[in-house]
């Protein structure tokens, strides 16, 4: 058992170990059963002479109806189904019965905590600057990589330490 991001669903399709593996919620721990939850961001300048543009632009391309199209590729559907139309349920009830590994990760995401997603971002910008310091050295000889590796993560620990996670 481990735990994944929604993104690696494809990946395991793909790898002909589709029908050896099989998804479940996170279990509940001491406080929950919550994970992070992560997405795609959209951003516009507030300078830019185009925000009302910008801003219809940003309303449809995360709408029901375009969350499905993403949910094609990234098997998350960030909508409660109960308050979408009945056509958009429809077609993501469809991709769930196509794929039932998919309502368990809909259901994960309900359990998602916002907390979690800032301790997230704490360890990997952690993450990737000890990966410079220190894949590097292990690359040009100057520590083992088991060494350098110990390192990275210690430098994660820190990390969430520092956050109070």
């Known amino acids: ?60 391309m995360t709408s029901p109806e375009q969350a499905v199209r993403y949910m094609e590729r990234a098997p998350i559907f960030p909508y409660e189904l109960d308050k979408v ?27 998602a905590s916002p907390e979690n997603i800032m301790f997230e971002r704490y360890a990997q910008a952690a993450r990737w600057e000890a990966q410079k310091q220190y894949l590097v050295a292990a690359i040009n000889g100057d520590m083992s990589i088991d060494d350098a590796l110990s390192a990275i993560d210690a430098a994660v620990n820190e990390a969430l330490e520092a956050a109070a996670y």
């Open 85 to 111: 139309d009945d056509a958009t349920r429809a077609q993501v009830e469809a991709l769930v019965d196509a794929d039932p590994a998919r309502a368990a990760l809909l259901e994960q995401l309900t359990l």
């Open 1 to 60: 058992m481990f735990a994944f991001q929604q993104l690696h669903l494809p990946e395991i399709a793909a790898s002909g170990l589709g029908d050896e593996w099989s998804l479940a919620p996170m279990p509940k721990g001491p406080k929950s059963s919550s994970a992070y939850v992560d997405g795609e961001f959209l951003v516009a300048n507030a300078a830019s002479d185009h925000l009302e543009a910008a801003g219809t632009f940003m309303k449809w």
